[in-house]
């Protein structure tokens, strides 16, 4: 069984320009999860969708960053425009309904200059 | 709200020495706990967890942790650590899940990068 993959590994963008990141979760988890990890600090919760719909977005800093999960299947993430303080690495997660482990991608690394 | 606090950023320690990775949390509700390891180059994997029963938990690899509800302490312990075992290690919690879902997120800890030296 394949595990949660991530797209890109690795981003290098600049200030203002816009970025995607993709995440495929476990196939049938309806639950996927995004997290960001900043430089030093805690992996702190962004968003939570059960199939295509948005459960919790507390964690979404801003309205910069969107996220969808079209179909119910793979999620993007999208920071437009990107800041400095965007850099960071980004985990998604995916767990099936109604259990508490989370399988957790190996995370894109994003580096805004 | 909920909060985790991993006081050691780094524990150095050497290769078949005793190794302890203390996590406190701050909860107003009842939690499940996690711990979760980052080996280099890899996503985080699930180490162990502890959602009801037993207060001490172990995992396949050798590690065990223990649930102190008074203490609100989740501690990681290994009485015997191997070069293979340097990682960074999180400690996390999660509200119980309560009537109408909850959302199952994951608070977690700063993170404490174990390295076993030979």
């Known amino acids: 069984e394949a595990g949660v993959t991530q797209f890109p590994s690795h981003s290098v963008i600049e200030k203002g320009q816009t970025v995607t990141l993709r995440c495929d979760p476990i196939?049938?988890?309806?639950?996927l999860y995004w997290y960001r990890r900043v430089m030093g600090k805690e992996i702190k919760f962004l968003l939570h969708?059960?199939?295509?719909?948005?459960?919790?977005e507390s964690g979404m800093p801003n309205n910069r960053f969107l996220a969808e999960r079209t179909g119910g299947t793979y999620s993007t993430l999208k920071v437009q425009p990107a800041e400095l303080e965007d850099s960071g690495v980004y985990f998604c997660?995916?767990?099936?309904?109604?259990?508490?482990?989370?399988?957790f991608g190996p995370g894109t690394r994003l580096t805004v200059l | 709200a909920q909060s985790v606090t991993q006081l050691d950023s780094q524990v150095p320690v050497f290769e078949e020495a005793p190794v302890e990775l203390r996590c406190n949390y701050s909860?107003?509700?009842?939690?499940?706990l996690f711990w979760y390891v980052q080996y280099p180059n890899q996503g985080l994997q699930l180490l162990l967890k502890y959602l009801s029963g037993s207060t001490l938990v172990e995992s396949i690899n050798g590690f065990e942790a223990e649930f102190n509800k008074s203490q609100t302490s989740f501690h990681l312990r290994k009485p015997s650590v191997h070069i293979s075992d340097t990682a960074e290690y999180f400690c996390a919690v999660s509200e119980l899940p309560y009537y109408g879902g909850a959302t199952n997120k994951l608070i977690f800890g700063t993170g404490t990068l174990l390295a076993v030296q030979p």
């Open positions: 969708f059960v199939k295509e719909s948005k459960q919790d």
């Open positions: 196939s049938g988890h309806d639950n």
């Open positions: 909860s107003s509700v009842s939690v499940y």
């Open positions: 997660a995916s767990s099936p309904e109604g259990d508490n482990e989370q399988f």
